[in-house]
């Protein structure tokens, strides 16, 4: 268990629709980072917040959004879906000192239909 | 960050030490050496790093080359629980802004280690 929590497990929605992911960093970790992994991509790197602020983006597409608030929970707000956003949906977060190890929650499994 | 290269695939007896090898030929002095793993479709999982020392932790010993272009990642005692597929990512171990943050994960090893 590395400390890190996602919710939902699952979810299973129509293209179109919009939702929202959660993700609860381990105590003490300010940074919050959103990866993808889909079977013809592998895991990617969509966006990383510290402290509250956005700090990096990946290969985000602009449909998708993500803000981490002041308890340091963040959430990823994906809407317009299409087929191609099934995928699995990871969070890391990680503490702000060298090396800046990251640690992943179990992610969240979307399927569009 | 720089570029890691690793066989695609590997076997591993029980019980058996597991070495897992990865070349970074294009290492920058401030990139550390990391390996993850994930276990089918888990949430990947940090096992160790290093910048120029090895490096040993309950989980696995890191063998990092004295010019530091290549590593060895070493399961000493292989389980079935251990088969997963085995990122070895280069990255500034600092604390930056910008994409630096990032993990850029290839495609990996994926171990099998068997009965």
């Known amino acids: 268990d590395s400390g890190v929590t996602q919710t939902p497990k699952h979810l299973i929605t129509a293209t179109g629709q919009r939702v929202t992911l959660r993700c609860s960093p381990r105590?003490?970790?300010?940074?919050v980072y959103w990866y993808q992994q889909s079977l013809d991509q592998g895991l990617q790197f969509l966006i990383q917040y510290y402290n509250g602020e956005e700090r990096a983006k990946g290969n985000i597409l602009e449909r998708f959004s993500a803000q981490q608030f002041p308890d340091l929970h963040s959430e990823l707000n994906l809407s317009s879906l299409e087929l191609g956003d099934s995928a699995l949906y990871f969070c890391?977060?990680?503490?702000?000192?060298?090396?800046?190890?990251?640690?992943f929650g179990p992610g969240t499994r979307l399927t569009v239909l | 960050d720089a570029k890691t290269t690793q066989p695609p695939s590997m076997d591993c007896a029980e019980g058996r030490a597991a070495n897992l090898p990865c070349n970074h030929s294009?290492?920058?002095?401030?990139?550390?050496v990391y390996w993850y793993r994930q276990i089918h479709s888990q949430g990947p999982q940090y096992i160790i790093h290093?910048?120029?020392n090895n490096e040993t932790n309950e989980m696995a010993s890191l063998i990092i080359t004295e010019d530091r272009k290549s590593s060895t990642l070493i399961l000493p005692h292989a389980t079935l629980r251990d088969t997963a597929v085995y990122y070895c990512i280069v990255r500034v171990g600092l604390f930056n802004t910008g994409t630096a943050s990032k993990l850029t994960f290839g495609t990996g090893t994926r171990l099998q280690v068997t009965l």
């Open positions: 105590s003490g970790d300010l940074s």
């Open positions: 890391a977060s990680s503490v702000r000192s060298p090396p800046d190890t990251q640690y």
């Open positions: 290093g910048l120029k």
């Open positions: 294009t290492i920058s002095g401030n990139e550390y």
